[in-house]
């Protein structure tokens, strides 16, 4: 401000508090009705909501008291604001006070977000199937984020922390912006073909409209081409992009996805080599215990200290026994060859033939006994017919019949005249 030639400068505060009376006094500013989408909501523990309020141009920060209600809107949401404009003096900023706040509709920003997660969850993009294992231990890492931004220190100061050994390769990119996809695809297929042993994607928090780079179909398809795995961490742990979905692993935060890929610390690495030594030095002391207890029982046994003596006996015993087993050898061919004689001697007195003569007329005494013709000799006779067919019973035979009659010296023909049963006959 000048006066009368002079210029006046004023204090922050004095300026602020001018300003702080404009909005005070403007009666334009007691009521306003708005509509926009929300974006970085966020709810204290005192029941008050803060989000920002935007439009395709520009934003505005607001607040409402006594949000409890409200628990229930999103990100994207897009609503319908009653509300006073009010200036923040120690920030020297003006928000919107809402009074009423009602959804308008699902905003656009999120409303595509939605509609490609799903059109890629279809796709099956998002299965687990397709996930790669992360190392425990990772040599070779390479982080794709802002050069300048705080995530970029934080994984850097994690990764040293934890795993001084890493070799560490960084590609600078852009993480919003209307170049930035392109850029984010450039570095993730150099890192691709690097031959790392794990990617971080990495940004810090933000707005949906900041972090919307991350949810380009085209990145995430690129994500799902890559032979690396990959872990994420864009925003804060509240936020989930499209990458999140794709990747390998996803970490609610950059310094998290630097704790991922060094899930194995080269502190664990020394502690588990000392935890081995030790084992390794217990069991060999252990060891040389046991078989130390081994010798020293052995040096005051009997048997070894006595050995020369032990060995003497056992060579009598030896001897013993062998004279014994020969004997008994021998006693044994004797007995066997009395055994062989006796049957030899049987042998050579047995008259082979007349034994088996006597059992010839045996049998031809009995076969004799049962001949037709001894029997014909006792005054039988056999019966036939024409036909020479035996004829044993009177059934067999009718008046009339021609029968032949053998005798023991020859055979007649003759007629029958007369049959008579056994039964009629003694009768």
């Known amino acids: 401000m000048e006066n009368n030639g002079k210029t006046t400068y004023l204090t922050i505060t004095a300026l602020n508090r001018y300003l702080e009376k404009k909005y005070q006094n403007d009666p334009y500013l007691k009521v306003v009705y708005v509509k926009g989408e929300v974006s970085n909501l966020k709810f204290h523990s ?15 920060k607001a607040l409402k008291f006594n949000a409890q209600d409200y628990k229930d809107l999103k990100e994207g949401d897009k609503v319908l604001i009653k509300a006073n404009l009010d200036f923040y003096f120690p920030y020297g900023e003006h928000r919107l006070k809402v009074e009423d706040l009602q959804i308008d509709n699902v905003g656009d920003l999120y409303r595509q977000f939605i509609e490609l997660r799903d059109k890629l969850n279809s796709e099956g993009i998002f299965d687990s199937k397709h996930k790669k294992n992360i190392n425990k231990i990772n040599n070779n890492i390479a982080v794709i984020t802002s050069s300048t931004g705080a995530a970029i220190q934080d994984i850097k100061r994690t990764l040293i922390r934890r795993y001084p050994l890493v070799n560490l390769t960084i590609y600078p990119s852009l993480v919003q912006g209307d170049s930035a996809v392109n850029d984010l695809i450039k570095n993730l297929k150099l890192a691709d073909s ?16 900041d972090l919307f780079s991350f949810n380009n179909e085209y990145l995430v398809r690129e994500i799902f081409n890559c032979n690396t795995p990959i872990v994420t961490g864009v925003g804060h742990e509240t936020d989930t992009t499209l990458v999140d979905y794709v990747a390998d692993m996803r970490a609610s935060t950059p310094t998290a996805a630097a704790e991922i890929v060094t899930s194995i610390t080269l502190e664990s690495i020394k502690n588990n080599i000392i935890l081995l030594k030790n084992r390794l030095n217990k069991s060999i002391n252990s060891n040389i215990s046991y078989n130390k207890n081994i010798l020293d029982n052995l040096s005051k046994n009997h048997y070894i ?30 007995k066997e060859k009395l055994k062989l004689n006796t049957y030899k001697r049987s042998i ?26 001894t029997i014909l000799q006792k005054g039988y006779t056999i019966i036939t017919d024409d036909s020479n067919n035996r004829i044993s019973s009177v059934e067999n035979l009718k008046c009339g019949d021609n029968i032949k009659v053998s005798l023991q010296d020859g055979r007649i023909s003759a007629k029958v005249i007369d049959v008579e049963s056994e039964r009629n006959y003694y009768d």
Do not use: C, Q, W
């Open 348 to 373: 050579l007195n047995l008259d082979i033939l007349d034994y088996y003569r006597n059992k010839f007329y045996i049998k031809l005494e009995i076969f004799n006994s049962n001949s037709p013709l």
């Open 194 to 209: 690097a031959n790392h042993d794990v990617i971080i994607l990495a940004r810090g928090g933000g707005s949906i409209e």
């Open 46 to 60: 005192t029941g008050t909501m803060y989000f920002s309020l935007k439009d395709e141009n520009t934003i505005i």
């Open 305 to 334: 200290k006595n050995f020369s003596l032990i060995y003497k006996d056992y060579l009598l015993d030896l001897d013993y026994k062998k004279n014994k087993l020969n004997t008994i050898i021998e006693n044994k061919i004797e």
